[in-house]
């Protein structure tokens, strides 16, 4: 498995508060990414990185941003959690569209 | 826009019993179509890459095909362990986002 974790793996928190979801990966690669999975859209793009600094946004970024300061670490923050950011994370290496999804974080907005 | 679509949304099959999953596609330029594998509770796993219509790949009781329009994932004498979501994504010329259908869910029972 290539190395890929998150943390948290599961939050609850309340709408209005800031949220941090960190992923690490051991490959020392060049391309992150983060995805939402909700029942009924499948996987949807938030924002990538394709090197140290370098970032884009995805399909539904809005209230969502990131940040990479390290090669290993990419990093997605909800400023102020709202219940529709209420879903799973995925995060995710790789090149093209050959990539490798880390464990997943449950997140939670009441 | 670029959109993904996957039938059927549930797929119930008896061991052994061969069968085909669709993905069907609109992308402004192709750059390549995914399929992977999603088992309950964790990150989608990588199958196969196909970049031009005609093109097929095989990885045991799997088989991919592409269309300019569809892509098939054919199961052939399916397994109990062949169980799980199965996702199909694309990537267009013009960008590094991936579009994702919703996924096709698929149960084989003994």
């Known amino acids: 498995d290539a190395g890929i974790t998150q943390s948290p793996r599961h939050k609850v928190t309340e709408t209005g508060t800031p949220v941090t979801l960190r992923c690490h990966q051991t490959e020392n690669h060049r391309y992150m990414y983060w995805y939402r999975q909700d029942p009924g859209h499948g996987l949807r793009l938030i924002h990538y990185?394709?090197?140290?600094?370098?970032?884009d946004k995805g399909e539904v970024s809005d209230g969502y941003s990131v940040s990479r300061s390290k090669t290993e670490d990419f990093l997605l923050t909800l400023e102020s959690a709202t219940s529709s950011q209420t879903s799973v994370y995925f995060c995710?290496?790789?090149?093209?569209?050959?990539?490798?999804f880390g464990p997943g974080t449950r997140l939670t907005v009441l | 826009e670029d959109q993904v679509t996957q039938s059927p949304e549930a797929l119930r099959l008896q061991e052994g019993e061969s069968s085909s999953l669709n993905c069907s596609y609109t992308v402004s330029g192709l750059r390549g179509l995914f399929w992977y594998r999603q088992d309950p509770g964790k990150g989608p796993e990588f199958l196969f890459t196909?970049?031009?219509a005609g093109e097929e790949k095989e990885k045991e009781r799997l088989k991919a095909t592409l269309t300019k329009k569809e892509s098939f994932l054919h199961i052939t004498a399916p397994k109990p362990e062949d169980s799980a979501t199965y996702l199909c994504a694309v990537q267009a010329e013009r960008n590094n986002d991936m579009r994702f259908g919703a996924g096709t869910r698929l149960t084989v029972k003994p």
């Open positions: 196909l970049y031009s």
């Open positions: 990185s394709y090197g140290v600094k370098d970032t």
């Open positions: 995710a290496i790789g090149a093209g569209g050959e990539q490798f």
